[in-house]
């Protein structure tokens, strides 16, 4: 199956300080989400990204979908308590089905208040 | 609206029983989704549906079979029931467009 590299498997920070995670492919994608896992519920989709160069918004996060369309990047600023949990990139592979997702493994998140 | 929801949430069985997995979604959406979530991995697809009386592989189908006999019903029966197939069971659906939401998830273990 596809390989979905993300890093770092898991980061600790302080309350305030900004994230940044990526996500990495050997191949290539049309797009990109990116999910928020929280213990014991299912993902939520916090973006979604169509074509390279992108890069869009939502609150806090910012991401972004890499040029060469085999990388995409999630910053979160200032974080909180509440951005705690585990944070998925996930995309259909040109060729893979059109709404076949593949996910990455992770990166988990811990917010030191 | 509840969006989409499993039952059920917990569930035990023993090696060669059998089950099934129910899915509800109320957003009128056609494609619905399986996946299953292992310790330190993503999800991964067992089977989805692009429409009502329709199924098709994914990435992990064997030991799996699914229906859709409705278009908000989306059914994951496991025949003979294997250790290796203890995970999270979790449902998703979307329209015709990638975005998709997933339910909260059945946990399932198989002694």
Not at chain 1, 55 to 82: E, H, V, W
Not at chain 2, 53 to 59: I, Y
């Amino acid at each position: 199956g596809q390989q979905l590299n993300q890093s770092p498997q898991s980061m600790f920070i302080q309350e305030g300080e900004d994230v940044s995670m990526n996500c990495t492919s050997s191949s290539i994608f049309n797009t990109w989400l990116w999910y928020k896992q929280e213990p014991g519920e299912g993902p939520v989709l916090l973006i979604a990204l169509y074509k390279a160069g992108e890069l869009t918004s939502n609150g806090r996060l910012t991401a972004q979908f890499g040029i060469t369309r085999k990388d995409s990047f999630l910053n979160i600023s200032a974080s909180i308590p509440s951005d705690v949990g585990i944070y998925f990139c996930a995309g259909p592979p040109i060729g893979g089905g059109a709404n076949n997702l593949f996910f990455g493994t992770g990166t988990r998140l811990t917010v030191i208040p | 609206n509840a969006g989409v929801t499993q039952t059920p949430k917990f569930r035990v069985l023993k090696t060669g029983q059998s089950m099934t997995l129910l899915c509800a979604q109320d957003m009128n959406h056609e494609y619905m989704y399986w996946y299953r979530q292992d310790p330190g991995m993503g999800l991964r697809l067992i089977h989805y549906s692009v429409g009502e009386g329709t199924t098709a592989k994914g990435e992990v189908p064997d030991g799996y079979n699914v229906s859709r006999l409705k278009k908000q019903n989306f059914l994951l029966g496991l025949e003979s029931a294997a250790p290796s197939q203890t995970s999270v069971y979790f449902c998703a659906s979307s329209f015709v467009t990638i975005e998709q939401f997933f339910g909260p998830g059945t946990r399932l273990t198989v002694l």
